[in-house]
C-alpha cells in the first residue's frame, strides 16, 4: 500500500529536473516471485539541484554512484535525492527485487495467466527500479529479459530484437534495443507463452516492417481483425497526415488483466484482450467496431504520444485529446469508405453520446476539472472523460475553425519544431496559430475553463424584410469565466424540408446551407438575409462544440427536425430532446402515459426505410438513464425507472407488426462480415426485440429465444439475451442465460457479456428477484474474479454505471454494497477502486433520502485507515 497521505501536485509548480538520464540499461531476471532488476543508468547534469530517483515498493539490493555508494543521499517518501557537487557526468547502478506473482495492483510488473507483463503509464516505472519517472526525461533504453524457456519463451521489450539466445539451467535471453529516446511511462516488456500472427507490410517510403499480434494459444483465430485494423491504421495516419511507422517492428500483446483499455509503449502495445480478440461467434459488432478505434488510437500515439510527449502529466490531453480525436476520425473514414456518409454520422452521434453520458456529468459534478487540469492528488484519476473526450472536442473545433488543411499544416509545424521533445498543450495550439497565422488566445480558454458551457439561442424573424436575426449568448458555469470561442455551425429548413441555402448581411449572394458561426463574445447577433418566418433553424450541426444548446422549441418543430432535418446529427439530436422532454415530463406524472404525437413520430423514423437501419437505430434509442438523471431538477431513479418501462412497453406495443415486420425484411443473409450496413440491420432488428421483449410480445420473446439458442454470430446472439434479460418475460430470460453460461462459460471475455447484461437487469415485475441479490450470488460464480479488472467493470461498474433505479435502492443496500467493494479493491487494486468510487460521485443529485444513505457510506469509507490516495481523493471530492 502506498502513503496514506497524498500531497496535492500543482501544474504551476512545474520545475525542469536537474539531472536528466542519457541511456539506461536494464538487466532483468525473471521470475514470478522474484524478479531482479539491474539498472545502469548514465546522467548528466542540466541545472542545479541533486539527483533525483523515485521509486514505489521496491525492494532494494544495490545502489551505486560510478561504482561507490553516494556520500550524500536522503530517502523519503519514495524520493531519493542525491548531491553531487562538482560533478557533471555519473554513472549510477541501481539493484532492485520485485514480486510480480503479489502485483495485484497491475501497475508495474505483474502476472497475468502465467505470463508476466509491465503497465507503466502513468508512474508504474518507478514500481519496476529507481528512475526520475517523469516524463521530460527521454531516455534511450537497451534491455535484456533472461527467464525459465518453458515458462516463458517469448520474451519482447520496446525496439529492435538485437540478440538472443540459450543459458544454463533451462533458462534463456533476448536483447531488446529502442532506437528512439522516450520517457520511462512508454517502457514495456513481456514475458509469457503466446503465439503470433505475422504481416509484413511496406511503408510509404518503401521500408518494409514486420507487425505482429501475439495471443495465448487458443485465440489466433481471433487476431485477424485487430492485424487488419493495424494495417488500415498504418495506411490512414499515412495519407492523412503524411506520418511513417518509424520502427522496424511493431507488435500489439493482448492480456487478460489490464486496468484500462490499451497502452501505446513504444513498438510493444499491451492491450486489454478484450480490444484484440474477436471472430463472430463471440464478438458483437460494436466489439469489432471499438477494436479498430482501440488498435488505432495506440497507433496513432506512436507519433502524438510518444515522438512528441507531454513535459509533465497535467498535459495529459496533448496526447489523450489529439490522438482519441484522431482515431475518431480514422473510425469515421473507415465507417464512410464501407457504409457511405451515414455511416460516419452515425459514429459521430455515438461519440456525442459518450460525451454526453458520460463527459457531462464529471464536468458538472465534484471531480470537474479543465481539459489542462490544475492540480491532482492521485494522475491516475484524471484518465477522464474529461482529458480524453472533450479534449478530443476541443482539437475537434480547431480543426472546424481552421479546415483540414491549415489543420494538417498545423500538425506538420508541431512535428517540425516538437519531434523528440516532452511538451505542452501551449505548444500545441502555438503551431496550430502559427501555421495559419490566427490568433488562438481565446481559443485557448478550453484548456483552463472546466464545466459545461450553454449557448442560449434566440430567433426573431422580420416578416417583412425577411431576415431572421439569431441571438446567441454564452453562459458559464463558473460564472466568472472569460467568454470562449465557440463555433456554432447553423443551418435553416424550410417548410417543405429542404435545406435553405443562407445569406448572412453583407453577403452578395446565398451560399453554403450549413454556415459555421463564430461566437466569441458573450452575446452575439447574425442576421440571415432572404429568410421567411416559419423556416426552422437547425443549430449546432455536427455537434460543432462541446456546449449545450438551449433553444425553446415546440414538440412539433422537433417532431419536425426528426422527421426532415439534413443535418443527420442534428435529427438525431432532434429525436433525443423530444424523447428527454417525454421521459422527464412522465418521470415526473403520477401516471405516466406516452403521447401519442411521440410515437407518431417514432414510427415516422421507425419506417423510413430511406433512411439507413444503423440511423434509425441510434434516432430510436432512448438516452441513457445516466444522461436523463443529469437533466432532472433532482434525481429520482425510481420515478425515471417506471416512465422507461412504460416507455419502452408502450412503443413494442404500439408498433408490434413494425418491429416484426422489419425484423424479418433485415435479416443479413450469408457469412457474417464486419460491415455497417450489415451491423445497421443487426442492431435495428436487435433494438426491435429489446421493445418487443419489453411488452412481452409473444412473437418478439420466441423470436428472441430462438436468436438466442441458434444465432451464428454474437451480435445477435447477444442482442437477443439482452432483450430477453431486460424484459419481463423472466423464465424465457432463465433458459437463455443458462444455456449461454453452458456454451460459453469458459470464455472470459463472453463471460464479461453475461455478467453485466445480469447486472445491468431491471426490475419488470415483482416476481423479479432484485438485480443486488442476483449479482450478490454472481461474485460466487467459477468464472467470476476480483483480480481481474474486466470483471469488476462487467459485473460492478454496469450495476453501479447502467443501473441506477436497482443501485440507488431506496433501502440504501446497493450503497452498502458499493461500499464494501470499494474497501476490497481499495486494498487490492486502488486504480481500480477509485473508478468504482467515483460511481457515486454525484450523490448531492439525487433525493434527500438517497442523499443521507450515501453520505453515511461515504464518511464511514473515509474513516477506513489505509485508503489509498486514489480512493481518498475521489471520496474527500465527493464530499467536499
Ligand atoms: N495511454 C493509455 C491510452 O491510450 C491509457 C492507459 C493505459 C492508462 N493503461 C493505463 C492510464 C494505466 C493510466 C493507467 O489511452
Ligand atoms: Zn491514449
Not at 489529439?322 to 473510425?331: G, H, N, P
Not at 429489446?690 to 451464428?712: S, T
Not at 439525487?846 to 485508503?867: D, N, S, V, W
Request: aromatic share 8%.
Amino acid at each position: 500500500m502506498r502513503t496514506e497521505h497524498a500531497p496535492t501536485i500543482h501544474r504551476a509548480d512545474y520545475r525542469p529536473l536537474a539531472w536528466t538520464v542519457d541511456t539506461v540499461e536494464l538487466y532483468f531476471s525473471l521470475d514470478a516471485e522474484a524478479s531482479i532488476v539491474r539498472n545502469t543508468m548514465q546522467c548528466t547534469r542540466q541545472g542545479d539541484g541533486p539527483l533525483v530517483l523515485l521509486h514505489e515498493g521496491l525492494m532494494r539490493e544495490d545502489l551505486t554512484v560510478n561504482g561507490a555508494p553516494p556520500k550524500a543521499m536522503r530517502d523519503e517518501d519514495g524520493r531519493i535525492e542525491i548531491d553531487l557537487d562538482g560533478e557533471d557526468a555519473v554513472e549510477v547502478v541501481v539493484v532492485t527485487r520485485v514480486n510480480p506473482s503479489a502485483n495485484t495492483e497491475l501497475s508495474g510488473l505483474y502476472q497475468s495467466a502465467g505470463g508476466l507483463f509491465t503497465q507503466c503509464e502513468a508512474e508504474g516505472f518507478r514500481r519496476i527500479t529507481c528512475f526520475p519517472d517523469r516524463p521530460d526525461v527521454m531516455t534511450r533504453f537497451t534491455v535484456t529479459l533472461e527467464a525459465d524457456r518453458r515458462d516463458y519463451p517469448v520474451l519482447l521489450s520496446n525496439g529492435n530484437l538485437v540478440e538472443q539466445g540459450e543459458l544454463e539451467a533451462g533458462r534463456h535471453y533476448a536483447k531488446w534495443e529502442d532506437p528512439f529516446p522516450k520517457p520511462s511511462y512508454l517502457f514495456a516488456l513481456v514475458a509469457a507463452d503466446l503465439v503470433v500472427l505475422d504481416r509484413k507490410v511496406t511503408t510509404v517510403s518503401g521500408r518494409e516492417v514486420l507487425l505482429q499480434v501475439y495471443v495465448e494459444a487458443g485465440n489466433l483465430d481471433r487476431a485477424d481483425h485487430a492485424m487488419d485494423s493495424l494495417v488500415n491504421a498504418l495506411r490512414w495516419d499515412e495519407e492523412t497526415f503524411g506520418l511513417e511507422l518509424d520502427l522496424d517492428r511493431y507488435m500489439i500483446v493482448a492480456v487478460g488483466d489490464f486496468n484500462m483499455g490499451a497502452m501505446e509503449n513504444k513498438g510493444l502495445n499491451i492491450f486489454n484482450a478484450k480490444y484484440v480478440l474477436a471472430k463472430p461467434e463471440t464478438a458483437t459488432d460494436v466489439d469489432y467496431e471499438h477494436i479498430e478505434s482501440v488498435v488505432a488510437h495506440e497507433y496513432f500515439h506512436n507519433w502524438t504520444g510518444n515522438r512528441v510527449t507531454c513535459r509533465d502529466w497535467f498535459q495529459l490531453t496533448l496526447k489523450e485529446g489529439l490522438t482519441v480525436f484522431r482515431d475518431q476520425q480514422f473510425s469515421a473514414d473507415m465507417l464512410a469508405r464501407a457504409g457511405g456518409e451515414t455511416a460516419r454520422a452515425v459514429k459521430r452521434i455515438e461519440d456525442v453520446r459518450v460525451l454526453r453520458t458520460a463527459q457531462f456529468p464529471e464536468d458538472a459534478g465534484p471531480m470537474a476539472h479543465p481539459i489542462r487540469p490544475d492540480a491532482y492528488q492521485a494522475i491516475d484519476n484524471f484518465y477522464t472523460a474529461t482529458v480524453y473526450e472533450k479534449g478530443a472536442e476541443v482539437i475537434r473545433m480547431l480543426h472546424t475553425i481552421l479546415g483540414p488543411e491549415g489543420f494538417r499544416n498545423g500538425m506538420d509545424l508541431y512535428f517540425s519544431y516538437h519531434d523528440g521533445q516532452a511538451v505542452t498543450c501551449d505548444d500545441f495550439v502555438e503551431a496550430m496559430s502559427e501555421a495559419n497565422g490566427v490568433d488562438l488566445d481565446q481559443f485557448m480558454r478550453w484548456y483552463s475553463q472546466r464545466g459545461t458551457p450553454t449557448v442560449h439561442a434566440d430567433v426573431a424573424f422580420d416578416g417583412e424584410a425577411e431576415t431572421c436575426t439569431l441571438t446567441l449568448t454564452q453562459s458559464r458555469p463558473d460564472k466568472d469565466d472569460e467568454p470562449l470561442q465557440i463555433p456554432v455551425a447553423v443551418g435553416f429548413i424550410n417548410a417543405v424540408g429542404d435545406d435553405i441555402p443562407l445569406r448572412l448581411q453583407g453577403e452578395a449572394e446565398a451560399g453554403a446551407t450549413t454556415r459555421v458561426l463564430q461566437l466569441t463574445e458573450r452575446q452575439q447577433q447574425f442576421v440571415f438575409e432572404g429568410l421567411r418566418p416559419g423556416s426552422v433553424p437547425s443549430l449546432l450541426r455536427g455537434f460543432s462544440a462541446p456546449v449545450v444548446m438551449a433553444i425553446n422549441e415546440s414538440d412539433a418543430q422537433l417532431a419536425f427536425r426528426m422527421a426532415h432535418d439534413a443535418d443527420p446529427f442534428n435529427r438525431w439530436d432532434a429525436a433525443q430532446r423530444y424523447m428527454t422532454r417525454t421521459l422527464l415530463a412522465m418521470a415526473a406524472s403520477d401516471a405516466p402515459e406516452v403521447p401519442r404525437a411521440f410515437i407518431a413520430a417514432f414510427d415516422t423514423v421507425l419506417n423510413n426505410i430511406a433512411l439507413d437501419p444503423a440511423f434509425r437505430t441510434v434516432a430510436l434509442t432512448l438516452p441513457s438513464e445516466a444522461y436523463l438523471l443529469e437533466q432532472m431538477d433532482v434525481a429520482d431513479p425510481a420515478a425515471l425507472r417506471r416512465a422507461m418501462i412504460i416507455m419502452t412497453q408502450t412503443l413494442g406495443r404500439a408498433l408490434a407488426d413494425d418491429w416484426l415486420g422489419h425484423d424479418e425484411a433485415l435479416a443479413v443473409p450469408g457469412e457474417y462480415r464486419y460491415h455497417p450496413g450489415d451491423a445497421g440491420s443487426r442492431a435495428l432488428r436487435n433494438l426491435g426485440l429489446r421493445y418487443l421483449c419489453a411488452a412481452n410480445d409473444h412473437q418478439g420473446v420466441g423470436l428472441a429465444e430462438l436468436r438466442a439458442a441458434n444465432a451464428k454470430n454474437m451480435s445477435e446472439r447477444f442482442g437477443a439475451l439482452m432483450a430477453l434479460v431486460q424484459s419481463p418475460a423472466v423464465e424465457a430470460a432463465q433458459l437463455a442465460l443458462t444455456a449461454f453460461e453452458q456454451t460459453f462459460g469458459g470464455d472470459a471475455l463472453v463471460m464479461d457479456k453475461w455478467f453485466a447484461v445480469q447486472a445491468a437487469a431491471w426490475r419488470w415485475s415483482p416476481e423479479q428477484p432484485a438485480t443486488l441479490e442476483r449479482i450478490e450470488a454472481l461474485t460466487q460464480h467459477p468464472a467470476f474474479s476480483l483480480g481481474n479488472p474486466n470483471k469488476i467493470y462487467s459485473l460492478f461498474g454496469s450495476f453501479f454505471r447502467n443501473n441506477p433505479a436497482e443501485f440507488h435502492r431506496p433501502d440504501g443496500a446497493g450503497y452498502r454494497f458499493w461500499a464494501d467493494r470499494i474497501r476490497e479493491l481499495n486494498a487490492r487494486n486502488p486504480q481500480v477502486g477509485a473508478r468504482m468510487a467515483r460511481m457515486l460521485e454525484n450523490w448531492r443529485r439525487y433525493t434527500p433520502e438517497l442523499q443521507q444513505l450515501a453520505r453515511e457510506q461515504i464518511e464511514g469509507l473515509l474513516k477506513e485507515e489505509a485508503l489509498s490516495p486514489d480512493v481518498r481523493e475521489v471520496l474527500e471530492k465527493a464530499l467536499g
